[in-house]
């Protein structure tokens, strides 16, 4: 128990801070301002990260720099290549493939000699004996997880894309690959990073073959594995670290298969052969270019990030032949502008070595918005590429908060696509999430059967919304919903704006009918004569006094005024008014149309009018709304009800008659108190909101009929985030 806890503990006494981190980093800062050896080593690490993943350097905070993260990554590698020798001579073999540029000659650093040269004999003592009383069987993923991030900063990591799957993902996401002979069936993780996948593909075969009554033995075994198991990764410290993690899946083995040497098939290079095309060596031979099974986590990193050739070969390579750019401005979209390009990337690795099926662990919010419709269409050119289950982890964060929520999607070639995509819901348990294990994961957290349907029933890659969320958007209803202002005599009260002059302004409001109302933003307003501020007011004398010009109009058409049959308008003035009071005047209110069926929901407030100054927004007779004194309220509220949860559930409860989105209707909503809402999500959904509100008036100056055909692409990815918040936050309400 002594050994294992001193593994887990590892990181601790090697941590940024620790006397080896201090000595190791100052001996690699001073090497680089006067060897050669290390300076030349750096520009190649440097030159090498920046072909492949684009200027991650200049995307680093104030106080890292790339000596900084390059002697951070150095530190890591040294203590990597420690523990692998301190493995080696645990289990009796020598790894004949150390350097990480072996078996594709892709980086031609000799970083033994790196560490020789900054550590020397000392150091690597004082760490050989630290490691020496670690038991190896103790040695788990999770450890060089909690060594990696102890060591390399948030920022680094961030800027290169790299995180460490726990283990309980990486075996679940093994789980759901459909092998039929796992001992000789081959699999790649074609962004292999620290090697979980291939550690836990590797425990997976193990387990096969301890079960078979006829088990080959150890030796058998380890080159059935080195055969069938495969790595690809394009940072040399990552497949570096890849290859321990390989070692210790295979030390079970080693201690009993009496071999001497082996080799780790984990090797550098581009797995779209787009920044390189290395001959993949492997014991003199040359890897095969297909596999049966692909497994991993892509990397999340941005198009925009790439460096230009990277983007060019994008272009003319798989974009162009798969045509994974579904939008307009093709150069700058892939993986739609700033999303990442993890999508493009599973879909290129499918195409390149033609698997069976294949499990990824991509961000949740791919099943909205266009970076993910690719994936939806459930086609790769002309064949059938069915997503067969997704495990989809909801509110959690298991690769920690600086990373969005994930989901395991588990796709098989040319198998036709089925609705609905069966879902498994992860949610919190009772315990403390953990994700260490699957036994773990399944222990601390709550999960549901489900699945994802298209929001549009016609478009199968439109956004996929769970197909329990539509029911849990039906609830209570905490705010009063209310009429717009109702006139009865359009003539009179609705003011063309050449007439404005000729009137005082003061009784003169921006006015919206339904034409007016979209999703997030207005299309423009009418004016409207409101003589009083609530129905039934006597305030004749007040305006014969303040407003006398808007009096006289008023007397002036006194007849109409009085020619109207509502029994509403019996009281008050012969100008009176109903659909009013203080209501109307809240500082924000979300409003609708109330008739046909346009389910499109905007805050109002106050506008900036040419002719009436800075004035409240009216709403009109065909309007419903909300009001509220709370900004964050009025937002909260609208990207609720312009979400596809909401939406859907509105195309189930309306008639789509003429009173389609009536008080009745929209009051069987669950529309919370803003204070019921938690506070990080309502801050978000805010936020949202209010960045649609920006964009949407910067594509009005078209017409109405052009605006509506318009798709505005800055728009999507926030909707995107929305309906991924709120299926959210309807989950959490079961």
């Not at 099943?367 to 939806?376: I, N, V």
């Amino acid at each position: 128990m002594r050994n294992q806890t001193h593994a887990e503990r590892l990181s601790d006494r090697f941590e940024r801070g620790s006397p080896a981190y201090r000595q190791y980093t100052e001996c690699a800062s001073e090497a680089l301002d006067n060897d050669p050896t290390i300076t030349t080593a750096f520009e190649t690490w440097q030159s090498f990260l920046r072909e492949s993943h684009g200027d991650v350097f200049g995307e680093l905070p104030d106080g890292v720099s790339a000596e900084s993260a390059f002697t951070d990554a150095l530190y890591y590698d040294f203590l990597v290549e420690r523990l692998l020798a301190h493995v080696e001579a645990t289990v009796g073999v020598t790894v004949m493939n150390r350097e990480p540029g072996s078996n594709t000659e892709a980086f031609e650093v000799d970083l033994a000699a790196v560490h020789d040269t900054i550590a020397g004999t000392g150091l690597e003592r004082d760490v050989d004996g630290t490691i020496a009383g670690i038991d190896v069987t103790a040695l788990a993923g999770s450890t060089l997880h909690d060594l990696f991030e102890s060591v390399v900063s948030q920022q680094v990591r961030l800027a290169l894309g790299e995180y460490y799957t726990p283990r309980g993902i990486a075996d679940l996401a093994v789980e759901t690959l459909s092998v039929d002979d796992l001992a000789a069936e081959t699999v790649l993780d074609p962004g292999c990073g620290s090697g979980v996948f291939c550690a836990a593909v590797i425990e997976r075969k193990r387990t096969s073959y301890a079960a078979a009554e006829d088990a080959p033995t150890p030796a058998e075994q380890v080159k059935a594995i080195t055969d069938t198991v495969f790595g690809i990764d394009l940072n040399p410290i990552a497949v570096r670290s890849a290859r321990l993690a390989y070692l210790l899946a295979l030390s079970p083995l080693l201690d009993d298969a009496a071999i001497d040497t082996v080799e780790i098939p984990v090797f550098l290079t581009d797995a779209l052969g787009l920044t390189r095309s290395d001959d993949l060596q492997y014991r003199g031979t040359t890897v095969a270019a297909t596999v049966d099974h692909l497994v991993g986590n892509p990397p999340w990193l941005t198009w925009t990030a790439l460096p230009d050739r990277v983007r060019a070969a994008w272009r003319d390579g798989p974009a162009e032949r798969l045509a994974l750019v579904s939008h307009s401005g093709a150069d700058a979209k892939l993986g739609h502008a700033n999303d990442d390009i993890s999508v493009p990337f599973v879909l290129a690795c499918i195409d390149r070595y033609s698997p069976t099926d294949a499990a990824f662990v991509l961000k949740r919010g791919i099943t909205k918005g266009p970076a993910g419709r690719r994936l939806r269409e459930q086609r790769l050119n002309d064949a059938p590429l069915a997503v067969e289950h997704v495990h989809d982890f909801t509110g959690l964060r298991p690769f920690g908060d600086a990373r969005a929520g994930a989901a395991i999607y588990s796709v098989s070639a040319d198998a036709e696509p089925h609705r609905p995509v069966p879902v498994t819901a992860w949610s919190r348990g009772a315990a403390s999430p953990e994700f260490t294990t699957t036994d773990r994961l399944r222990q601390t957290l709550a999960r549901e059967e489900t699945g994802f349907v298209p929001v549009d029933e016609d478009d199968s890659a439109s956004s996929w919304i769970r197909q329990d969320a539509e029911r849990r958007a039906l609830g209570e209803c905490a705010h009063e919903i209310r009429h717009g202002v109702k006139d009865d005599a359009r003539d009179v009260f609705e003011i063309d704006p050449d007439r404005i002059a000729y009137l005082e302004p003061d009784r003169v409001f921006p006015y919206l009918k339904s034409r007016h109302v979209v999703k997030f933003g207005l299309f423009g307003h009418d004016y409207r004569l409101v003589p009083v501020d609530a129905a039934n007011e006597d305030n004749k004398a007040w305006l014969r006094e303040e407003c006398p010009r808007t009096y006289a109009y008023l007397d002036d058409n006194r007849a109409a005024l009085d020619a109207r049959s509502s029994s509403w308008l019996d009281n008050g003035t012969f100008y009176n008014v109903f659909g009013l009071g203080e209501y109307t005047w809240a500082e924000h209110k979300v409003v609708w149309c109330r008739l046909g069926y346009k389910p499109h929901f905007v805050v109002v407030s106050s506008v900036e009018d040419e002719r009436l100054g800075e004035q409240p927004v009216v709403p009109g007779d065909h309007c419903m709304f909300i009001g509220t004194d709370d900004e964050r309220e009025a937002h909260v509220l609208c990207a609720l009800l312009n979400s596809s949860p909401y939406q859907r559930t509105l195309d189930d409860v309306s008639s789509g008659g003429k009173s389609s989105l009536s008080k009745s209707v929209v009051s069987r909503l669950e529309l919370p108190a803003i204070e019921d809402v938690d506070a990080e999500t309502a801050e978000r959904l805010a936020d949202l909101s209010r960045a649609a509100h920006g964009i949407v008036p910067e594509h009005t100056d078209v017409s109405k009929r052009a605006y509506n055909r318009t798709t505005i692409e800055s728009l999507e990815p926030i909707r995107a985030e929305i309906d991924a918040l709120v299926e959210e936050l309807l989950a959490r309400r079961e």
